[in-house]
Structure formats: C-alpha cells, structure tokens
C-alpha cells in the first residue's frame, strides 16, 4: 500500500481514565398500578434507550391483562426483573422494594404512562456523575403536545405558598411572585439550574444518594413522596436539579383508579408533608389546622374538573 499511515495521537492521561473507567450499571425503577393502555408504550421506550441496563418493575396490583403482559415481558428480557404478589402498597413503599431489588448504583424513577425520550436517560446520568453528594436531577416533563408540563419544576412548596399559588394570588398580587409554586411558564433555563422541587414523573439519584437520605418515606401512599425527597435531599445540603434537555411524555390521568381517591391521598399526603416540616410549636398547629382544608380542597378538585371537562 502506497498511503501513508495515520499518526497516532496518545491520549492525555485524564482522557484515558475516563474512557478506561467502567460505567455504573442504570436500573429503571417503575412502579405500576392499573396504568391502562400507556403501559406497554412507557415498557417500551424503557427498553430502547441503549444505557438501560434493567428495569424492574413493582407490579402493586395490575389488571390480569397487564399483568399478563409484564410477565411475558419479564420472560424473553433478561433486563425485567418483576416484583409482584405483595398488593398495593403505594407507591413510596413500593418504590423502596424496586430499589432494594435492583443491582444499578444508578437509579431512574420513571411513572408507567411516562415515555422515556432520546437521549433522557444518558442526559441524566451525565449530569448526576458530576455532582457533589447527595443530588437529585429531574427531567423535563413534557405534555404530549410537547408543552412543558405543571409540576416538572417547582418552587418550595410550604403552606404559605400552596394556597397562594391554588388561589392564584401569587400571580395577580404585585410582589407575591416569589410565591408562586409552578414554573413551567417561565423561561426555560438554557442548561441544568438548581430548583427547590421536581416532578416524580422521571429522576436519577445515585444508589448512595438515595440511601443517605433514606429513601422513600413510606408515610405517604400516592404523591407527595417526591416533594418530600427533594426536601430531604436540599435539608442534608444537597441538589435538586432541573434538566431541560432530559425530556419525558407524561400523559397523566391514565390510571383507572377513581380520582376522587387519587386526589384524596394527594391532600392527605400534602397536609401530612406540612407537618411533616412544621418545626415550632404555631407551624404544628398551624399545619394541624390546615390539615381538614387542604384534604378537602383536593377532595374538591375532581368535581371541579367535571364541571369544568378540564383537569387543573
């Protein structure tokens, strides 16, 4: 051959121990619970993305249907582990379960009527590997029109700003912005940005980071356990993050459970979380007395949603 070879150009020392470094092991972690029709779409996309190396899924009680697929799922991939037989737990608990059965050092939360798109999951990973102990990263939670979804960011939810972001105060009142909950109508950060809250629709934390902070709180059954982690998580000093370029479709209000209940452990959850952080003696009461209000304002919201063909 006449052609001249190609010199070649050593590596710098850093470059080579990072590409020599063995990469962490991904376990996608889903609970599931009378999803409906998105189900096989969410198992789907979970099994797409190349950097998942398994998923389990904690099965709290599927229709015989659904329950059928994941088994047959679980019998030709190697990657599904299948956890089920022990009823509906919740879904803090039953997140705790998919953990402690799980052999990744790095953990994907992921909702069943959520779908994983290109690139999330390697996104997140990234992200998490770079960052000071303990650290939670949250994607973006997109609406299926691609609109960035209610609740994917999110300010510190107390009581004060809870029922001045409901009562929409916090955007009619000059100076109560600061107040306001929900920042999905703000500008979109151009990179990772610390926030005080994510959506539990779809997260990284490391292994460790999970377990310093103990997990789930298994106090909560259905929502507000992903409010709680991210408290826990800045309280020990650590991150919440937002990361917009880690995009997932969550079509929400997929589930066939009522949701009157859904909305009933909601409220519940949100006044057992204001307790939860009361620290002196008028938070407690206060968030005591707030209890009654909160579970019925949530309690409220389905009939608004008929009266109004709108969820809100």
Avoid at 120 to 141: H, N
Avoid at 181 to 188: G, K, P, Y
């Amino acid at each position: 051959m006449n052609g001249v070879a190609a010199p070649i150009v050593a590596a710098e020392p850093a470059e080579l121990a990072e590409f020599l470094k063995p990469r962490r092991a991904v376990s996608v972690i889903m609970v599931v619970y009378m999803t409906g029709e998105a189900l096989q779409e969410s198992l789907a996309c979970v099994l797409r993305d190349p950097l998942v190396d398994e998923l389990v899924v904690v099965d709290n009680g599927s229709s015989e249907a659904e329950a059928h697929v994941l088994r047959s799922l679980a019998a030709r991939d190697p990657r599904v582990v299948l956890l089920g037989g022990h009823g509906n737990v919740g879904f803090a608990r039953g997140a705790n379960l998919g953990v402690r059965k799980a052999r990744g050092d790095l953990l994907v939360f992921l909702n069943p009527d959520a779908f994983l798109q290109p690139g999330c999951v390697a996104e997140l990973v990234r992200e998490i590997e770079s960052r000071p102990a303990p650290c939670l990263v949250g994607g973006r939670v997109l609406n299926a029109d691609r609109s960035e979804q209610r609740g994917g960011r999110r300010g510190d939810i107390t009581p004060m700003s809870a029922l001045l972001s409901l009562s929409r105060l916090a955007q009619r009142v000059p100076g109560w912005r600061r107040f306001e909950v929900h920042w999905e109508d703000d500008a979109e950060p151009e990179g990772v940005s610390l926030v005080p809250t994510i959506s539990g629709a779809c997260f990284c934390m490391r292994r460790e980071d999970f377990e310093a902070v103990d997990g789930f709180d298994e106090g909560y059954f259905l929502h507000v356990e992903d409010v709680d982690l991210c408290w826990r998580v800045r309280r020990q000093g650590g991150q919440v993050l937002f990361h917009p370029k880690a995009e997932v479709i969550h079509l929400g209000h997929t589930s066939q459970t009522s949701p009157l209940r859904v909305e009933f452990h909601k409220g519940v959850g949100l006044a057992r979380y204001f307790r939860k952080r009361a620290e002196t003696l008028p938070e407690r009461l206060a968030a005591c007395l707030l209890s009654p209000l909160v579970v019925g304002a949530a309690l409220a919201r389905p009939l608004l949603w008929r009266l109004t063909g709108r969820a809100t």
